[in-house]
């Protein structure tokens, strides 16, 4: 040993030196694990072992805890594990196992050393080479050292041959053809008396069968007789998940396990145990009756029980049953509507799932009701959890739940004002889809919108800008359905909308366009018909009559945007019709509107008001804004020009306005009328790309361009900024003239509070609107969640179908894959399928063996009891046996061919078993041949045979 | 299959982080500091179990267990049973306990190897491969035994070494 490897020696830091050092350290941890990281690269590089390992022990304690690469040292931790001494060795087993992966370069190197170590006497040795294997085998390594895994297989040490069990399984992934050597002596392990070597075996297998279970039925038999001899719970964990596996696949299986599992339910005092059991139950043995009720008992128990943790398994164990056999979760129901306020968000979440689960067309309007009272109660995660899991089971496959769409939209209505609502976004999209999509929603949606838009207290909340947004699209776009458009043209130009981001007040201002449109197209409709006489009192009748009239023959035509359909199309079957409006001030300019129709001086008046309240607008720095400001003023330049203000004669006028105004008003009017419906997802297929267009595949290539363009959402919260900038630039533009835009807006506001009084503050504090985030106050939450019980009560019950007054309403839909796009289903992956393979493969075998072993005892079954009856056959002659099988399960399981066409199945298995006969002769005996060479191309087409231990 | 096993105090700091199948560094970094925010969300007296499908992908499980000022954490796979890995915990920790006599976090902070010991001896490449303290304590002790005995041999130096550094 040569000079300076001693004095490393004798001052190396050892990993309690290091630890300490690093809760001691005063020059912050990262600079100090740097310069311990320096130390060490200078040790690892030492010629002397026992320094080298320590500073790898080092950098193993650094590297997952302090977040170190330690990739580097590769080579290091091979020079370690290679060492004679235990101490060393083990250092470097650990570094490897902790570091390396199979992008490891050095990793050829260490096959040796661990066929050493794995051959070692020593017990510890073997472990660690064990271990190693456990974490890093690559497929190299699981092929080369498989005949030592299986050497040790048969161990006299129990830790080792536990462990080389638990290896078995990384092996197997990586390699399985290590299935032929290996799988036998697996399967005898599940025969050993020791527990541990049990538990190991039967956790493999476990492993292996939720992977593929089809290939361990042959194996029941041994399953079933751990599952009841055993008494380690651990042990009895592991065999009920593989026979919820494999339950499924046999029905005879099934029967026969589910009186011992009902026993081990009943029996067991350890609820890990019992809970297993209940999702045994559950989730495959369903269908039998007794043990379902007896779950359901025992998860009941579990849903009573104090411990959160039994309660949410409870729930989750609800969950699992509840799409076969819903009534349980209706047996329940009060607990699981008692745990949506409760304080454990795992289980408010399982127990909104299973609300979810129990909801369909004949209770979606009680549950939904339930839920929003939870909603308003919970903390804001929670309550958009509720509102997003009510909107997307509503919008289901086009809103197929839905019977009474009236209902629904004022369901979103109600939902845009809870306070902690932040799904904007998704009530925006239904309310604009619904609108698009269910014409005899309009109605009622334009209603809803409206009183979302009047409400000046909504415009201070950011998260409801898309809701406003969406319903101040639908006023304008639906503004016939209306019963008042001059309202709707002062609630989308109150003054509070300035706090909204400049997109959105951009559409409130098309919106208008297309309301102001509409008013003056129906006003000049309704001279130029020449049934108004221009006096006040007769007016309303005809208008009413008129509109009664033209109704019921707008509604006969298919398409609104006919040339002749008379506009206010008011449906006459609408109940709210004669409701007085709410909310509308006594003095409102407009109120008499339903009498007076639109009169000159109505539409005077509105003229006048949207130029009050757009012109400021043309000092928006906006484009949106300021383009469709400019629009709207300029069109109202032109009608004022052929409308003036006095009530002058009016025959010339009239003249004039059918040769310009009328004709623009009608075209303009006519675009805007232009339905505007939903777009199917295959649209663009079905457009042709034009010849000569090049579309890039890769839109990567952009990112480079315009890596740092992101769409800006931040100016969407903060319309401040904008609004007093605009509003100083209004203020510099109007000087000039005569208006002044601040005290304008001052009596705006004022005028507007006049009329709707009900959405201000009593006080008189001018400013101070309502936070529209403010919490109701949880008073008499004991009192509510009750009556919620009570109300689930009734409405969770499975009822008949309601009769709705009215049927449901037509939506539309465009394509009928355009929600259900089909996902392939996945495939397994292949080396599932290769291992799968050589198992059913290597069980073949050992069936065979067994079978001519214990021919007198057992009989071969089939899964048609009648058929193995009547063809019991020469158990010497195992293929033609098996054949016989095969035809009378091709008979009668239809529901298995599902998986694979059966002629293509037979097609690649006549070729395929003639090469596998000629390559695997000279290994095997004929009989066996044939066989082998059936066994795994059946696969999908037949399930194993089992020995029937049934019989 | 246990997919990882974490152990870290109350101010997020890991004290044992064993990952069964390879992580890079960052990664279990990340994975980290992800499980510590949900956990040190929850409060005290709720279920064990948090959601883990979003940070560790389809079908996996969490359940953790909080002792003084120490995280438990496992997670697994659906082939293991929920109720049975707090056992899992609970085990681990008894052995840690058998092991350091009334165990605290520092005890943990200095004895990383030997927790390590005692917690491949329990899970083996992801499988329970022991679940009783007794035979964790036996094979741990074996080990450390071993392990003596190998540097006992050992040159002159070293010995001298850490005892110097003891002082």
Same mark, same amino acid.
């Given at each position: 040993?040569?000079?300076?490897?001693?004095?490393?020696?004798?001052?190396?830091?050892?990993?309690?030196?290091?630890?300490?050092?690093?809760?001691?350290?005063?020059?912050?941890?990262?600079?100090?694990?740097?310069?311990?990281?320096?130390?060490?690269?200078?040790?690892?590089?030492?010629?002397?072992?026992?320094?080298?390992?320590?500073?790898?022990?080092?950098?193993?304690?650094?590297?997952?805890?302090?977040?170190?690469?330690?990739?580097?040292?590769?080579?290091?931790?091979?020079?370690?594990?290679?060492?004679?001494?235990?101490?060393?060795?083990?250092?470097?087993?650990?570094?490897?196992?902790?570091?390396?992966?199979?992008?490891?370069?050095?990793?050829?190197?260490?096959?040796?050393?661990?066929?050493?170590?794995?051959?070692?006497?020593?017990?510890?040795?073997?472990?660690?080479?064990?271990?190693?294997?456990?974490?890093?085998?690559?497929?190299?390594?699981?092929?080369?050292?498989?005949?030592?895994?299986?050497?040790?297989?048969?161990?006299?040490?129990?830790?080792?041959?536990?462990?080389?069990?638990?290896?078995?399984?990384?092996?197997?992934?990586?390699?399985?053809?290590?299935?032929?050597?290996?799988?036998?002596?697996?399967?005898?392990?599940?025969?050993?008396?020791?527990?541990?070597?049990?538990?190991?075996?039967?956790?493999?297998?476990?492993?292996?069968?939720?992977?593929?279970?089809?290939?361990?039925?042959?194996?029941?038999?041994?399953?079933?007789?751990?599952? $009841?001899?055993?008494? +380690?719970?651990? @042990?009895? &964990? =592991?065999? /009920?998940?593989?026979?919820?596996?494999?339950?499924?696949? %046999? #029905?005879?299986?099934?029967?026969?396990?589910?009186?011992?599992?009902?026993?081990?339910?009943?029996?067991?005092?350890?609820?890990?145990?019992?809970?297993?059991?209940?999702?045994?139950?559950?989730?495959?043995?369903?269908?039998?009756?007794?043990?379902?009720?007896?779950?359901?008992?025992?998860?009941?128990?579990?849903?009573?029980?104090?411990?959160?943790?039994?309660?949410?398994?409870?729930?989750?164990?609800?969950?699992?049953?509840?799409?076969?056999?819903?009534? $349980?979760?209706?047996? +329940?129901?009060? @607990?699981? &509507? =008692?745990? /949506?306020?409760?304080?454990?968000?795992?289980?408010?979440? %399982? #127990?909104?799932?299973?609300?979810?689960?129990?909801?369909?067309?004949?209770?979606?309007?009680?549950?939904?009701?339930?839920?929003?009272?939870?909603?308003?109660?919970?903390?804001?995660?929670?309550?958009?959890?509720?509102?997003?899991?009510?909107?997307?089971?509503?919008?289901?496959?086009?809103?197929?739940?839905?019977?009474?769409?009236?209902?629904?939209?004022?369901?979103?209505?109600?939902?845009?004002?809870?306070?902690?609502?932040?799904?904007?976004?998704?009530?925006?999209?239904?309310?604009?889809?619904?609108?698009?999509?269910?014409?005899?929603?309009?109605?009622?949606?334009?209603?809803?919108?409206? #009183?979302?838009?009047?409400?000046?207290?909504?415009?201070?909340?950011?998260?409801?800008?898309?809701?406003?947004?969406?319903?101040?699209?639908?006023?304008?776009?639906?503004?016939?359905?209306?019963?008042?458009?001059?309202?709707?043209?002062?609630?989308?130009?109150?003054?509070?909308?300035?706090?909204?981001?400049?997109?959105?007040?951009?559409?409130?201002?098309?919106?208008?366009?297309?309301?102001?449109?509409?008013?003056?197209?129906?006003?000049?409709?309704?001279?130029?018909?020449?049934?108004?006489?221009?006096?006040?009192?007769?007016?309303?009748?005809?208008?009413?009559?008129?509109?009664?009239?033209?109704?019921?023959?707008?509604?006969?035509?298919?398409?609104?945007?006919?040339?002749?359909?008379?506009?206010?199309?008011?449906?006459?079957?609408?109940?709210?019709?004669?409701?007085?409006?709410?909310?509308?001030?006594?003095?409102?300019?407009?109120?008499?509107?339903?009498?007076?129709?639109?009169?000159?001086?109505?539409?005077?008046?509105?003229?006048?008001?949207?130029?009050?309240?757009?012109?400021?607008?043309?000092?928006?720095?906006?484009?949106?804004?300021?383009?469709?400001?400019?629009?709207?003023?300029?069109?109202?330049?032109?009608?004022?020009?052929?409308?003036?203000?006095?009530?002058?004669?009016?025959?010339?006028?009239?003249?004039?306005?059918?040769?310009?105004?009328?004709?623009?008003?009608?075209?303009?009017?006519?675009?805007?009328?232009?339905?505007?419906?939903?777009?199917?997802?295959?649209?663009?297929?079905?457009?042709?790309?034009?010849?000569?267009?090049?579309?890039?595949?890769?839109?990567?290539?952009?990112?480079?361009?315009?890596?740092?363009?992101?769409?800006?959402?931040?100016?969407?919260?903060?319309?401040?900024?904008?609004?007093?900038?605009?509003?100083?630039?209004?203020?510099?533009?109007?000087?000039?003239?005569?208006?002044?835009?601040?005290?304008?807006?001052?009596?705006?506001?004022?005028?507007?509070?006049?009329?709707?009084?009900?959405?201000?503050?009593?006080?008189?504090?001018?400013?101070?609107?309502?936070?529209?985030?403010?919490?109701?106050?949880?008073?008499?939450?004991?009192?509510?969640?009750?009556?919620?019980?009570?109300?689930?009560?009734?409405?969770?019950?499975?009822?008949?179908?309601?009769?709705?007054?009215?049927?449901?309403?037509?939506?539309?839909?465009?394509?009928?894959?355009?929600?259900?796009?089909?996902?392939?289903?996945?495939?397994?992956?292949?080396?599932?399928?290769?291992?799968?393979?050589?198992?059913?493969?290597?069980?073949?075998?050992?069936?065979?063996?067994?079978?001519?072993?214990?021919?007198?005892?057992?009989?071969?079954?089939?899964?048609?009891?009648?058929?193995?009856?009547?063809?019991?056959?020469?158990?010497?002659?195992?293929?033609?046996?098996?054949?016989?099988?095969?035809?009378?399960?091709?008979?009668?399981?239809?529901?298995?061919?599902?998986?694979?066409?059966?002629?293509?199945?037979?097609?690649?298995?006549?070729?395929?078993?003639?090469?596998?006969?000629?390559?695997?002769?000279?290994?095997?005996?004929?009989?066996?041949?044939?066989?082998?060479?059936?066994?795994?191309?059946?696969?999908?087409?037949?399930?194993?045979?089992?020995?029937?231990?049934?019989? | 299959?246990?997919?990882?096993?974490?152990?870290?105090?109350?101010?997020?700091?890991?004290?044992?982080?064993?990952?069964?199948?390879?992580?890079?560094?960052?990664?279990?970094?990340?994975?980290?500091?992800?499980?510590?925010?949900?956990?040190?969300?929850?409060?005290?007296?709720?279920?064990?179990?948090?959601?883990?499908?979003?940070?560790?992908?389809?079908?996996?499980?969490?359940?953790?267990?909080?002792?003084?000022?120490?995280?438990?954490?496992?997670?697994?796979?659906?082939?293991?049973?929920?109720?049975?890995?707090?056992?899992?915990?609970?085990?681990?920790?008894?052995?840690?306990?058998?092991?350091?006599?009334?165990?605290?976090?520092?005890?943990?902070?200095?004895?990383?190897?030997?927790?390590?010991?005692?917690?491949?001896?329990?899970?083996?490449?992801?499988?329970?491969?022991?679940?009783?303290?007794?035979?964790?304590?036996?094979?741990?002790?074996?080990?450390?035994?071993?392990?003596?005995?190998?540097?006992?041999?050992?040159?002159?130096?070293?010995?001298?070494?850490?005892?110097?550094?003891?002082?």
């Amino acid at each position: 040993m040569s000079g300076p490897s001693i004095m490393e020696t004798l001052f190396q830091r050892t990993l309690e030196d290091l630890i300490k050092g690093i809760r001691l350290q005063l020059i912050g941890e990262s600079a100090f694990i740097s310069k311990a990281m320096e130390e060490i690269r200078k040790e690892i590089k030492s010629t002397d072992l026992q320094t080298k390992s320590i500073a790898l022990q080092k950098l193993s304690y650094l590297s997952p805890l302090h977040f170190v690469d330690m990739s580097w040292a590769a080579f290091h931790c091979i020079e370690c594990m290679s060492s004679p001494r235990f101490a060393q060795k083990r250092i470097g087993y650990v570094a490897v196992s902790q570091s390396f992966n199979e992008h490891t370069p050095v990793l050829l190197l260490i096959t040796n050393q661990l066929r050493k170590d794995l051959g070692s006497v020593n017990e510890f040795d073997a472990g660690l080479a064990l271990d190693c294997l456990a974490n890093i085998a690559t497929v190299d390594l699981a092929r080369d050292l498989t005949p030592e895994v299986f050497t040790l297989l048969g161990s006299s040490k129990v830790s080792v041959r536990k462990k080389a069990i638990g290896v078995i399984l990384r092996v197997f992934e990586k390699y399985p053809d290590a299935v032929r050597v290996c799988f036998k002596r697996l399967v005898e392990n599940l025969d050993s008396p020791d527990s541990r070597i049990l538990s190991a075996a039967v956790g493999v297998f476990c492993e292996l069968a939720s992977r593929d279970p089809r290939s361990y039925l042959p194996l029941a038999p041994e399953f079933y007789r751990v599952l $009841v001899d055993s008494k +380690n719970n651990w @042990v009895l &964990i =592991k065999v /009920l998940k593989i026979f919820a596996k494999l339950a499924p696949l %046999e #029905s005879r299986l099934a029967k026969r396990v589910v009186e011992p599992i009902c026993d081990h339910m009943r029996r067991t005092g350890a609820k890990s145990l019992m809970f297993e059991c209940i999702r045994t139950v559950v989730s495959s043995l369903s269908e039998y009756e007794s043990a379902l009720k007896l779950a359901v008992l025992k998860i009941r128990e579990l849903l009573m029980d104090e411990d959160p943790n039994l309660k949410y398994l409870g729930l989750h164990a609800l969950s699992i049953v509840a799409p076969k056999h819903l009534w $349980v979760v209706l047996e +329940n129901k009060e @607990v699981v &509507i =008692k745990s /949506l306020s409760d304080s454990d968000s795992n289980i408010k979440f %399982e #127990s909104l799932r299973l609300v979810m689960a129990v909801v369909s067309e004949s209770n979606v309007v009680e549950i939904s009701r339930v839920l929003l009272n939870y909603a308003l109660k919970s903390d804001p995660e929670f309550c958009n959890v509720i509102l997003g899991s009510i909107l997307s089971a509503c919008s289901r496959n086009v809103y197929e739940m839905v019977m009474d769409f009236d209902w629904y939209v004022l369901l979103l209505g109600e939902m845009s004002r809870i306070p902690q609502c932040q799904k904007g976004e998704d009530i925006e999209n239904q309310l604009i889809d619904i609108g698009m999509r269910v014409r005899d929603a309009r109605p009622e949606l334009i209603r809803m919108a409206r #009183s979302l838009l009047i409400d000046p207290a909504l415009l201070g909340n950011p998260f409801l800008y898309r809701i406003l947004c969406a319903a101040a699209w639908v006023c304008g776009e639906y503004v016939e359905y209306s019963t008042n458009p001059f309202e709707l043209v002062e609630a989308l130009l109150q003054p509070r909308t300035s706090l909204l981001p400049p997109l959105i007040r951009a559409v409130y201002l098309q919106s208008v366009l297309k309301v102001l449109t509409f008013c003056i197209h129906s006003y000049l409709r309704n001279k130029s018909s020449g049934l108004f006489p221009f006096t006040d009192n007769l007016e309303g009748v005809v208008s009413e009559s008129m509109s009664k009239g033209k109704t019921q023959e707008a509604s006969d035509l298919p398409t609104p945007a006919q040339d002749d359909v008379f506009n206010p199309r008011i449906s006459d079957d609408n109940p709210y019709e004669d409701l007085p409006l709410e909310n509308n001030g006594e003095d409102s300019k407009f109120d008499s509107f339903e009498k007076n129709g639109f009169t000159r001086e109505s539409i005077v008046n509105l003229l006048n008001l949207i130029e009050l309240a757009v012109k400021p607008l043309l000092g928006s720095l906006e484009v949106e804004i300021l383009e469709r400001a400019q629009n709207v003023l300029g069109l109202i330049e032109l009608i004022r020009q052929e409308f003036p203000d006095q009530l002058s004669p009016r025959k010339e006028i009239l003249a004039k306005e059918e040769s310009e105004v009328s004709k623009l008003i009608r075209s303009m009017n006519d675009a805007f009328c232009e339905e505007l419906g939903p777009v199917s997802v295959t649209a663009q297929d079905r457009v042709r790309v034009p010849e000569g267009l090049v579309l890039e595949e890769n839109l990567k290539e952009l990112d480079t361009i315009c890596g740092d363009i992101q769409p800006s959402t931040s100016s969407f919260f903060a319309p401040r900024y904008g609004e007093r900038i605009e509003e100083s630039l209004a203020s510099d533009l109007q000087n000039g003239e005569d208006s002044e835009p601040s005290r304008e807006s001052t009596s705006l506001l004022i005028e507007h509070r006049k009329r709707h009084g009900l959405y201000y503050l009593p006080s008189s504090a001018s400013n101070d609107y309502p936070l529209a985030n403010d919490l109701r106050s949880g008073e008499n939450d004991r009192d509510e969640t009750e009556d919620f019980v009570r109300l689930t009560a009734q409405s969770l019950a499975p009822k008949k179908k309601p009769n709705y007054s009215k049927p449901r309403p037509v939506v539309v839909k465009l394509d009928e894959g355009e929600v259900t796009l089909s996902v392939a289903s996945k495939k397994p992956s292949s080396k599932y399928d290769l291992l799968s393979g050589v198992i059913q493969d290597v069980l073949q075998e050992t069936n065979l063996m067994d079978k001519s072993s214990r021919k007198g005892k057992e009989k071969v079954s089939s899964d048609v009891p009648q058929g193995s009856k009547e063809n019991v056959q020469d158990p010497e002659d195992p293929r033609r046996e098996k054949s016989g099988l095969r035809k009378s399960k091709h008979r009668s399981h239809g529901k298995e061919r599902k998986h694979k066409d059966p002629d293509q199945v037979d097609g690649k298995k006549d070729g395929k078993s003639e090469r596998a006969r000629e390559k695997s002769s000279h290994r095997h005996g004929r009989k066996k041949t044939r066989q082998r060479a059936e066994g795994p191309l059946n696969v999908s087409a037949q399930t194993p045979v089992i020995p029937d231990f049934l019989l | 299959m246990i997919k990882a096993v974490m152990v870290m105090n109350t101010q997020g700091k890991p004290r044992l982080a064993k990952f069964y199948d390879y992580q890079p560094v960052e990664k279990q970094q990340e994975l980290i500091r992800s499980v510590f925010t949900v956990l040190s969300s929850r409060a005290e007296n709720v279920s064990n179990f948090m959601e883990a499908e979003s940070i560790f992908g389809p079908d996996s499980r969490l359940v953790y267990k909080h002792y003084a000022t120490l995280y438990f954490v496992f997670v697994f796979d659906s082939s293991e049973n929920e109720l049975a890995m707090l056992d899992l915990i609970q085990v681990f920790v008894e052995t840690l306990d058998k092991c350091f006599k009334n165990v605290c976090e520092l005890d943990i902070v200095f004895n990383y190897s030997k927790m390590q010991t005692v917690l491949d001896e329990i899970i083996f490449g992801g499988q329970v491969l022991e679940t009783s303290s007794t035979e964790v304590m036996k094979a741990v002790e074996e080990i450390s035994k071993l392990e003596a005995a190998s540097n006992a041999i050992t040159l002159v130096p070293a010995k001298y070494a850490s005892g110097w550094n003891r002082r």
